[in-house]
């Protein structure tokens, strides 16, 4: 696997070239990022405890519960899925 490297160049001029009402998402996105990194940081947790159990346990079931904006859950969530699958356009790191 080929690993490319990508310069604080070429992400500035990207940046410039993005409008600036895609900036609060450039934002968000770095935030994702640094919060995923801060998570794999604390130990993850063993395939054992990857059970049903486990999930009904965690935070993550209700999560939408009291969300009075979302509506349908799992409406909500296929139109995440596809915000999510068509936002990114693939940028020519080679500049």
């Given at each position: ?71 349908d859950s799992p ?21």
């Open positions: 696997m080929q690993t490319i490297v990508v310069t604080e160049r070429q992400i500035i001029h990207e940046l410039q070239n993005l409008e600036p009402e895609k900036w609060s998402e450039v934002l968000d996105f770095i935030g994702y990022l640094k919060h995923r990194k801060a998570a794999t940081k604390k130990t993850q947790p063993h395939s054992q405890d990857l059970t049903a159990q486990a999930l009904l346990k965690s935070a993550l079931v209700g999560l939408w519960a009291n969300r009075d904006d979302i509506g409406d909500f969530a296929r139109s995440l899925r596809r915000k999510a699958e068509h936002r990114w356009e693939p940028v020519d790191v080679a500049r």
